[in-house]
């Protein structure tokens, strides 16, 4: 019985693995995507011999301008059951705080953690623990 238990632990525990990694594979696509899409509302910034860049608007995700902050939204398993999506730019906090540049793009209240949040109920919002009941 030992031995079934088991092999039953060990799909079910790849079975959430593999659903994790599904979440944050979707949560980083979902923040990049949704500062491509930001609205071109915010203030343009011209520049020599080449397009301005025109940035979003508060309580939207930041427009990617030089890449940098975009090319820097990492993924990582960092444990069995265990993943984040992180970037280590400097001023990624400055701008999700709200009051200050309110970029929200990978906070709570952001677009893709909205998603995040709607995709997780989809892969875990219907588990449900039992147990075998056997015969009376």
Not at 34 to 57: D, K
């Amino acid at each position: 019985m030992k031995k079934a238990t088991s092999k039953a632990d060990q799909v079910i525990t790849q079975e959430a693995r593999d659903a994790i990694i599904s979440l944050i594979n979707s949560f980083q696509a979902d923040i990049k995507i949704s500062m491509r899409n930001s609205p071109q509302t915010g203030n343009i910034y011209p520049r020599a011999g080449t397009t301005p860049h025109i940035a979003s608007s508060k309580g939207n995700p930041p427009r990617p301008d030089e890449g940098i902050l975009i090319n820097s939204i990492f993924k990582t398993m960092t444990g069995l059951l265990k993943g984040e999506v992180f970037t280590n730019v400097g001023y990624a906090e400055i701008l999700e705080d709200e009051n200050n540049l309110d970029r929200p793009f990978m906070s709570k209240r952001s677009i893709a953690g909205k998603q995040l949040r709607k995709n997780s109920k989809r892969l875990f919002g219907n588990i449900k623990i039992g147990r075998i009941q056997r015969g009376r």
